[in-house]
């Protein structure tokens, strides 16, 4: 019987490693090795916490079956995630970001993307005709966020996802404030979902912590080779506190909801406020619906 995304979010994925005690909380290997039963040989495959880590693997696969990844790797930040893409392209490739991104991604892009000689392009991802225009023979990917921060643009990714494959080229969202609970770009035709676990899904405001969710097994190949290489992965105790984070997801993002639709239908009926633009995500219609949400605005 498949679990739901409620139930995903308090219980976790069924783990290939099972606590011997049977707690009720994974417990945290804060350990650096693990030892050989025999010489090279760990009966569990765990050999180093750089590399992997039960706790932490908790955690991935956890969060990817709540986005529908093959397999997801976790980063000691939103943006170590984000470098591990960007380190999947070579000289002279052009990436498509969205004009509104967060800023540290910005800074990326000027500081190490440039000095690597991959050509980033800026474009207004919600203008569909823009963005395709903007495709070159060397587009490599489409990368944006959905809705944007701090703007709240929001871009159709299924459509997206059509130019992407058109081109040939990944399509990469940045799913952070939208949550899996909301939003999953993988169903919406998207290759690489990128999250800043850092915001809504540790949701506590006490570790920093990034995502990367494929969708095939090459490219979680890659991103495995790239995070055991560089050695961003997140540590065994963050995993653990998001772990604990995630319990919560789907009340508090149905919580974040109300509240914000609370605060437009206030706003609506003062005489000081021109217009309230509301994204309508009612999780009773929109909640596992792959359609962007309407978007409705109110004119005073």
Partial sequence: MSKSMDTICVHGKEHAVKDQNYAISYPIYQTASFSHLTPGHNPNGFDYTRESNPTRSLLEETVSALEGACDTVAFASGMAAVAAVFEYFKPRDHVICGEDLYGGVVRLAAVISAKNNIEVEYVDTSDLQALKAAVRENTKAIYFETP????????????????????????IVDNTFMTPYFQNPLSLGADVVIHSGTKYLSGHNDTICGFLCSKDQKLAQHFRLISKTTGGTLAPFESWLCLRGLKTLALRMERHQSNALAAAEWLKKQDCVENVEIALIFSNYFKNIVDIPEKMCYKI
């Fill in 148 to 171: 944007t921060n701090p703007m709240m643009h929001v871009t159709d990714i299924r459509a997206a996802a059509e130019i992407a494959k058109e081109a040939g080229a990944l399509l």
